[in-house]
């Protein structure tokens, strides 16, 4: 039988503000257990919640980003369970009333085509601490530093059929929530986590299986093996006659494997109710049209407009907005330049190769966008041949100066006079009296072949520099002579 | 409305109370006469009714981002009953 | 000692003779503590007193004084209800679960009370989280009520209601969130006050039902709930819930008459269920009221009984999510040697809360749990709702609502704490004011065989001056709140 597989995504998206959601304690990753979590981060007696107004802003920005109705009266509600990690024994969260609703979203696949994804729901959360299980024998540290953290959770309709989707969905979400500066996205450090509800059905079937839900699976890789072995798992189940159970599932990244999290399932009845520590979120008109004017520019429009005004391929313009900053770059380079195409070929040709090779963001390139846009100029307006540029590339990417300093330095300038190409041309005929006669008695077809062996010859004596389109043209008259 | 004591016991496991088994019966007997008194509710007509979650219907303030709080890890462990390292303990959990 | 009479002494009295330099506050605070410490072992109305504390801070009250400064409270000694976190000072919510934590912080209302000059001199007992209306659920033991020892001072604010009604000090704090500032104001001849929701910050007050829960000030007179309210109140950006509202001056507002005041008297809190006797008592202050210029109407509160039903779903709802934090990991009881995480979890828990707290959250849980939510909890809401709407029906037809504070007499210690349901109608005429929200005032209304009984007077929301004018007004014609316990002079 063929399978079906279909799958929602939960996203829970870290909120960059200076400080925690409902307290004035830092909001930052990676610091000495508990030194960030105050009075209230830890639920002592008596303390209360005050809303961060940046969280809600960010919320709203994330809502606008994706065409979502805003909820102009959402409220917070608790959410009951014990865990060492959970201070308060409830969570305060948004379950009636959330502050974003349903909206779409454009995804980028990666051969340029979009697909749409239906969100359910975003709503502002806390996030809770975290537990230490391998530090102490037989004890587990806790460290609530993180508890408090705003978080947007992301909710989508069960509309995705592979992981390739899957993927594209998350690099998608990555990009729009940076161009919006409401997070860093970062999946290694938990910026960015996002659990998986999965399940299998006969191909051509309406009904939804039963499904599982992977927890925190923490990189796009992962996301895409996790699905795969997941899928597996289900699959050989079902192909068993075995039925699949509902539950949470761990994502073990060293085994490949996933694994049933029996501790979340003791009692899951929630609870939930609203909460009276703090009162309706109402959100006017104005609030909402001041937030939308602030908006910049999002990987949508901007992908449109380069595909417009640069007459860009979907490809390469999806490729090129991904990032902030590989679209920033791009724009600086092509400003400075003129050269679209071409800049977008440098860019996700030799530069996002050598990025790749050395490990590095497009922040810590050497060559900047003015370094690439010298290149490019030089190439378009034929100083360089591609093969120059090249070795202008590598000068580049070594902090050798600009890209005019490498083609002096190197000596790299193409070589387009006619009369210093017509004598090397002289020269290598001459010094080749055997493979002239056979062209020369050779019909047409044979002759573009055996023409190589002279345009290499040339080229090799100029040392690469000798420009290509002259060095044929010449080179096929000189043949033709008597 | 009545509870058994095992439905007792299954709201005990939610609220992480213990109820010892000699006094199951007495909890559950407790329990079921606090359910009766507040089966009166049934008896209001609430069709359409909002409902009431704070007393004057106010509106959630914001506050400013900024970060207010210092570290007083050492001042704010103090009520703690166990801590190694700056960390909380509590018996190992498995996942 | 100057002749204050501290048995009767009111806050204002006090001030005067602070202010004439007839005294120093080091001088009436030692005569305090003294005081507390001959009587407590009787009352037990006091849980922890702060000898040092207290001492330091009447030494630097003095010195303000002397260099002409100092709130309007200045050097006055006080009694926060064991509920307030006090930095530095054992807070112990009179249960188990808290007997060893000090706070690291004040709550709002003790820093609100120092910046004013009041002197704290220790902690008073009350009802285990505020959940009882006799103070006997208490972990250290009932507090005793100072007009009959045997007798229960009433709950949940019990300990700071005997301790003002026995001289151990001027002014006290209180929580009300169904009745626990007014009911033990009533048993123990005490004037309390508790203010619209909102009106009195909830930072650092050990919470037991957050949407109910509200502060207010336990005095001898109608004159010192003026000035400590001042003191108290006011907006605070730590709780969401604290109210921007103006406050006016209430010591200000209790001058004028109650020329064209109209008083409602709610059908349902004269019925035959209402004590023959406190009625009486009653009627009596409703003539007083009449006599100062008031006219008295019938007004309509036709869900009063289903009050209890709807508090009694709230309360404990919102009180098992308040006290899910309470699981011996990052302050409270830690059972011995817990085997795992659910070990360590039920037992810190079964043993620190006593059994009143641990029924409360069965019920709170239940009524919240997967099936009962619409039933129970948001069923409950709505009918606050219609609570809260016939308050407001009620307040067109007049300014302020009049009845009993509580359906009778301070009982015997043990009388109904067997009995869940016979101590949840000690609240009935009290609670419905905490699920609208409005503030609620009870005054002492004269003695039945020798204990008080309360009346209360209930305003609009966040019209308390209305509510003090009349209280006051009431006060400078009758002579039941000067009315000081026999075991007061034992000492």
Known sequence: ???????????????????????GAANRFGAEPNVQACAVDLGMPGMLPVLNEQAVRFAVMFGLGIDARIGKRSIFDRKNYFYPDLPKGYQVSQFFEPIVCEGTFEVPMPDGDLFSIRITRAHLEEDAGKSVHDRFPNQTGVDLNRAGTPLLEIVTEPDFRTAEQAVAYLKALHSLVTYLGISDGNMAEGSMRCDINLSLRPAGSEAYGTRTEIKNVNSFRFVEKAIAVEAKRQQELLEDGL??????????????????????????DYRYFPEPDLLPIVLDDAYIAAVSADLPELPGAKRQRFIEQYQLSNYDAAQLVSSLAMADYFEATVTACGEAKATANWMLGDLAAALNRENLSLEDAPIGPLDLAGLVARVA???????????????????????????????????????????????????????????????????????????GQIMKASKGQANPKLVNELLARALAGD | MSVTASDVAQVALLARLTIPDDRIDEVTDRFTRVLDLVAELQQVDTDGVLPMSNPHDMEQRLRADEVTEVNERDHLQQPAPAVEDGYFLVPKVID | MPDI?????????VLGALNNRDISSVELTQAYLSRVDALNGHLNAVITVDHEGALTAAKDADDARHRGEGGILNGVPLLHKDIFCTSGLRTTCASRMLENFTPPYDATVV???????????????????????????????????????????????GGSAAAVAAGLAPLSTGTDTGGSIRQPASLCGITGLKPTYGRVSRFGIIAFASSLDQAGPMTRTVEDAALM?????????????????????????LRGDLKGLRIGLPKQYFSELLDVRVANRIQDALKELEAEGATLVDVDLPHTQEGIATYYVIAPAEASANLARYDGVRFGHRCDDPTDLMDLYARSRSEGFGSEVQRRILVGTYALSAGFYDAYFKKAQQVRRIISNDFKQAF?????????????????????????????MEDVYTLSVNLAGLPGLSLPAGLINGLPIGLQLIGRAFDEATLLKAGHRFQLRTDHHRLAPPFGEIS
């Not at chain 1, 039988?1 to 307290?23: D, N, Y």
């Not at chain 1, 599932?249 to 899951?268: F, G, W």
């Not at chain 3, 972990?139 to 709950?155: I, K, Q």
């Open chain 1, 1 to 23: 039988m063929t399978w079906e597989m279909v799958m929602g995504l939960e996203v829970h998206l870290q909120l960059a503000t200076r400080s925690k959601i409902f307290s």
């Open chain 1, 243 to 268: 039925s699949i159970v509902q539950e949470t599932r761990l994502y073990d990244a060293e085994r490949n494997e996933t694994r049933s999290m029996r501790s979340k399932e003791v009692a899951n």
């Open chain 1, 381 to 455: 307006d034929g100083t360089l041949s591609s093969k120059l540029g090249k070795q202008v590339f590598e000068g580049l990417w070594l902090r050798e100066g600009s890209a005019d300093e490498i083609i002096a330095q190197r000596g790299l300038k193409q070589v387009s006079d006619a009369g210093a190409l017509e004598s090397l041309i002289a020269t290598v005929i001459s010094n080749n009296p055997d493979q002239v006669a056979q062209y020369r008695a050779a019909d047409e077809v044979k002759q573009k072949k055996l023409i190589g062996f002279f345009v």
């Open chain 3, 5 to 13: 009479n501290l048995a009767t002494a009111t806050a204002a009295e």
């Open chain 3, 111 to 157: 820093s609100k009370l120092k910046a004013a000059g009041a002197v704290t001199l220790g902690k008073t007992n009350m009802d285990e989280f505020a959940m009882g209306s006799s103070n006997e659920t208490s972990y250290f033991g009932p507090a005793h009520n100072p007009w009959d020892l045997s007798c229960v001072p009433g709950g949940s604010s």
């Open chain 3, 229 to 253: 309210l001042n003191a108290m109140c006011g907006l605070d950006p730590h709780d969401s819930t604290s109210a921007d509202m103006p406050v006016p001056n209430f010591h200000d507002a």
């Open chain 3, 396 to 424: 067109d037809q007049c300014d302020l609502i009049a009845g009993p504070s509580a359906p009778g007499v301070a009982f015997s210690v043990g009388a109904k704490s067997h009995d869940p349901i016979a101590m949840y």
